[in-house]
Structures are given as C-alpha cells and as structure tokens.
C-alpha cells in the first residue's frame, strides 16, 4: 500500500509540472511587459535541470538495488536445511552420524530436494523422494519438513520480488519526472520575439482588420511546425473572429495556420495572447461496434478515441481480463490513465509503461489487461503501434489488408515488460481498424487473421462506424450470432485536408 501511495503522488508531481509548463507558456511568458530570455544559460533554466539531475540520481539508486530472484538463494536454502535439522534431526538417534560423516551428503542431498520443488516436476519429486527413503530413517517427517519451509522462503521470496517490482517502478517515475523537468526547462526558454519585418508585416495586415497587434512570439521546435504566440486586441468596439486572424498569418507565413484547440473564437477590446500552430495534413473520421458476453451486463472492453496537442490523433483499446464489471474497471483504469498521460505530453510508450507501473504496485491478484494503441501524426501520416497483449490491428487499403500482430504480456503482470511497437505510412483513404481478442476468437482456429483480412475486404460500407458494425455481423455469422466474449471493433479512416 505505501509503494501504491508512493507511486500515485509521484504520478500527480508529474502532471502539476506538465501543467505547470503550459500555464507558465499560455500567460506569464507572454506578457508584452515582461523580457523574453533567450540566452542559452538562463539561471532559471538551470536550476530546473540540477533538479531534474537530482531526480534522476534518486532513480539511478533505485536502479542500483537488488533485482529480482527466479529461485532461492544460498541463504535460503542454508535456512530450509537448519529447520529441518533442529525440528527433525535434533532427537534422532543418528544424528551424530549423518550430520558428522555424511553431512555433506545431507547438505547435496537437502539442497537437490529443494532445487527439485522449485521445478515443479512431479515425477523428479517422487523420483527424489523415493531416493531419500534410502538413507534416512525419518525422511517422510525431515521432507515434510523440508517442503514446508521451502513454501515459507517461496513465499518470502514472492513478496521481496514484489518489493523490487515497487522499487522499480518508483524509479521509472523518477526517471520520468527527470525527463520531464528537463523538457519543462527546454520549453520555458525555447520561445523568441518574431523578427521586426514579420512583426511589421503582420501588424500593418491586422490593422487593416481593426486589430491591434501588441506582441508576437515564435517557436520552431516541433520538427519544424511553427508555433506563434500574438498579444492583440480590438479596436473601436470591433469583434473579429480568429479565423480571419488565422488566415491574415497564414498568408505572412506562407503555411495554413490555425488556432490551438481551446483557443478564443474572436478578438474582442481586451489584449489576450492567443496560441497559432501550423495546421495539420490529414483529418480522421472514426466509430465503434460492440457486443457484451452474453448473460453479463457490462462489457470488459473500454476504449477512446483523443486528439492530441501536437497534431496526433489516438486510439487506444483495452481488454480486461475476464468479463463484467471487474473487467471493466479493469480496463477502464488502463484506459483513462493513459488519456491523461497522453494529454499531459507523454509518449504513448512512456504512457504505457507508467500505466503497467501502477498495475503492478497495485498488486491485486489478476489485475491486468490488454493495451493498444494507435497513434497517427496527423502532419506526415505515419501511425505507431504498441501492444501489450493486445490482439492484432488491421491496415485496409485499396484492394489489401495488413495485420499488425504481437506475442507480448499484458500490462500490470511484469514490471519489466516488453511493448511491441512499429509503424507504418498511412495514405488518403486508409483505415485502421482494431478489435479486441473476442472478435478474433469467434473465427475458425489457426487461420483468425486471415479470415478478417477476408471480411475486411468483404465490408463494402465506407463511413468508419458503418464498417466496424459491418465486421461485427460478419463475425457473428462465425458463431451462430452468440457472443462467448465482449466484442469491440474500433475503425478509423484518414482522409487528406
């Protein structure tokens, strides 16, 4: 439970330094009246990063500690082997020769007993068993013995493993808390004054609209997408809608501009400083079809659809194991943590491992569930892909179909689990199209992929939410129109703006 606690307050020092960044970027950063440093080594600037430096110190220490253990130690065993000799051996009466003579034979023989339990192989356990009849007059009662405390340290040895999981995935929050400041200090002093010609040109455009420009910032950080930053207002009692001053900065920037999302709709007397950015290439339509077990109520699957700051549209799916409502807590934790990391600027495999970092600090017994993720920068087409025991995901295009598939756990069972990502260009016209594992197990044994691949390509509906009920009625038809697992199909098509 503290390692829990632990863990959820380093997640919120996370987010309040996320929104911290954004709150420092959209208002005090940008007053007219205040200097805008620019200079490589702002103190400010700095500081954030001797404190990041130190949470990753902090980390590392973590990093440093002991890893977990498959089997048990020396120690253990020497602890296994002393109960068995006071609480079996102590009042037998040839003691003094098997612990004298032979007691290297009964330390072998002890230890190959245990080395035996912890493989699990039954017919080697009473191949042993039956060995030690051989040369100990009380070896039921001494293996009986030895199998209860060899229990006793498994069992210790489980919760020191879990302990090293906690440890570990505070340190990976750490790290990340590190990363975080670190970015926060490249962000806050990233941004500089707009150049005295764009400053000129834009100001004598807007005030041929009634705007009064006060300030322009720019930013060309993200891979090249500007970032503008205006302080303006209206004049004599004017309202002019963002849009125009959207298309009057496009013309100057030689790009299509838009405002942020949340961003003001009009320009009215008051100076506010309003974010621009470049505008995106591709938009996405999107929809979902779904069907719960039969005889439950609720469904174990959750999903969302998220557009991303940034230009990156998001689908994420999530299966909880089981069915009804457990499962759908399940999966619905999985899926609104990773919406939050995701809002608040984390990568979707940064996401994802923080989220699996809070399922296995939970630590409640089968509590796991699948992820998938789909990620698409909305500016070059390009999706990335994680999958965490996720079923595969589709790619139709024209006149084929792609499967994207994965072998990897399901978050919250492992703390060092293993996502399996790629990627992939998308074009004008593609879908994606994602389902969990009962929409795939209703199809014939062994040839599950293909045979999607073939509804897929069967489907002659166009709008995503048309498509995904298309799929799930052709799917049914696989199992006599009974469904022996939730089914969730989520499709979505990218078309050119």
């Known amino acids: 439970m503290q390692e829990w606690m632990i863990a959820m307050l380093v997640i919120s020092v996370l987010l309040i330094i996320r929104d911290m960044a954004k709150t420092i970027l959209a208002g005090k950063k940008f007053r007219a009246e205040d200097p805008v440093p620019v200079c490589e080594s702002h103190p400010q600037k700095e500081k954030v990063q001797r404190y990041a430096a130190s949470?990753?110190?902090?980390?590392?220490?973590?990093?440093?500690?002991?890893?977990?253990?498959?089997?048990?130690?020396?120690?253990?065993?020497?602890?296994?082997?002393?109960?068995?000799?006071?609480?079996?051996?102590a009042n037998c009466y040839?003691?003094?020769?098997?612990?004298?003579?032979?007691?290297?034979?009964?330390?072998?023989?002890t230890e190959a007993v245990v080395r035996t339990l912890e493989e699990g192989n039954e017919e080697n356990i009473r191949r042993i068993r039956t060995d030690?009849?051989?040369?100990?007059?009380?070896?039921?009662?001494?293996?009986?013995?030895?199998?209860?405390?060899?229990?006793?340290?498994?069992?210790?040895?489980?919760?020191?493993?879990?302990?090293?999981?906690?440890?570990?995935?505070?340190?990976?929050?750490?790290?990340?808390?590190?990363?975080i400041m670190?970015?926060?200090?490249?962000?806050?002093?990233?941004?500089?004054?707009?150049?005295?010609?764009?400053?000129?040109?834009?100001?004598?455009?807007l005030r041929k609209r009634h705007v009064v420009l006060k300030e322009a910032w720019v930013?060309?950080?993200?891979?090249?997408?500007?970032?503008?930053?205006?302080?303006?207002?209206?004049?004599?009692?004017?309202?002019?809608?963002?849009?125009?001053?959207?298309?009057?900065?496009?013309?100057?920037?030689?790009?299509?501009?838009?405002p942020s999302e949340g961003s003001r709709c009009i320009v009215n007397g008051e100076y506010h400083t309003v974010h621009f950015v470049e505008d995106v290439s591709y938009q996405m339509l999107y929809g979902a079809a779904r069907l719960t077990r039969e005889e439950e109520k609720v469904s174990g699957d959750n999903y969302i659809f998220h557009r991303e700051e940034g230009g990156?549209?998001?689908?994420?799916?999530?299966?909880?194991?089981?069915?009804?409502?457990?499962?759908?807590?399940?999966?619905?934790?999985?899926?609104?943590?990773?919406?939050?990391?995701?809002?608040?600027?984390?990568?979707?495999?940064?996401?994802?491992?923080?989220?699996?970092?809070?399922l296995v600090l939970n630590g409640r017994e089968g509590m796991f569930s699948t992820v998938d993720i789909c990620a698409v920068d909305l500016y070059t087409g390009i999706c990335s892909f994680l999958k965490a025991g996720a079923s595969a995901t589709f790619i139709k295009r024209d006149h084929w179909v792609e499967a994207i598939s994965s072998e990897s756990l399901a978050a919250g069972l492992v703390q060092q689990i293993d996502f399996e990502t790629a990627s992939r260009k998308l074009?004008?016209?593609?879908?994606?199209?994602?389902?969990?594992?009962?929409?795939l197990d209703a199809l014939p044994m062994e040839r599950?992929?293909?045979?999607?691949?073939?509804?897929?390509?069967?489907?002659?509906?166009?709008?995503?939410?048309?498509?995904?009920?298309?799929?799930?009625?052709?799917?049914l038809g696989y199992s006599d129109y009974r469904a022996r697992d939730d089914m969730t199909v989520l499709v979505a098509g990218m078309w050119k703006k």
Not at 56 to 77: C, N
Not at 182 to 205: C, G, N
Not at 330 to 352: K, M, P
Request: charged share 30%.
């Open 448 to 475: 599950e992929e293909e045979t999607m691949k073939e509804i897929i390509m069967d489907v002659q509906e166009e709008t995503p939410r048309e498509i995904s009920r298309g799929i799930l009625e052709r799917v």
């Open 132 to 179: 030690w009849m051989s040369i100990c007059g009380r070896a039921g009662q001494y293996l009986e013995q030895v199998n209860q405390s060899f229990h006793r340290e498994k069992q210790n040895l489980f919760w020191d493993n879990r302990m090293i999981e906690s440890r570990l995935a505070v340190a990976q929050q750490l790290t990340e808390i590190s990363r």
């Open 182 to 205: 670190e970015t926060v200090a490249e962000d806050l002093y990233d941004i500089a004054q707009a150049s005295p010609q764009f400053r000129e040109d834009l100001r004598k455009d």
């Open 219 to 258: 930013m060309d950080k993200v891979e090249g997408r500007r970032q503008i930053f205006l302080t303006m207002r209206a004049r004599s009692g004017q309202c002019i809608s963002m849009n125009e001053i959207a298309q009057i900065l496009s013309g100057i920037c030689g790009c299509s501009m838009v």
């Open 427 to 439: 074009y004008h016209g593609d879908y994606l199209i994602m389902m969990t594992d009962g929409v």
């Open 94 to 109: 040839q003691r003094e020769m098997c612990w004298g003579e032979h007691e290297k034979t009964m330390r072998q023989g």
């Open 55 to 89: 949470f990753q110190k902090l980390a590392d220490t973590f990093y440093g500690m002991p890893y977990r253990k498959e089997y048990l130690s020396s120690g253990q065993v020497e602890q296994i082997l002393g109960d068995a000799r006071e609480n079996v051996c």
């Open 312 to 358: 990156k549209f998001v689908m994420c799916l999530s299966d909880g194991m089981g069915s009804g409502m457990e499962a759908c807590k399940e999966s619905e934790i999985v899926v609104e943590l990773l919406e939050q990391f995701l809002e608040s600027g984390f990568s979707q495999e940064t996401a994802a491992r923080m989220v699996n970092s809070a």
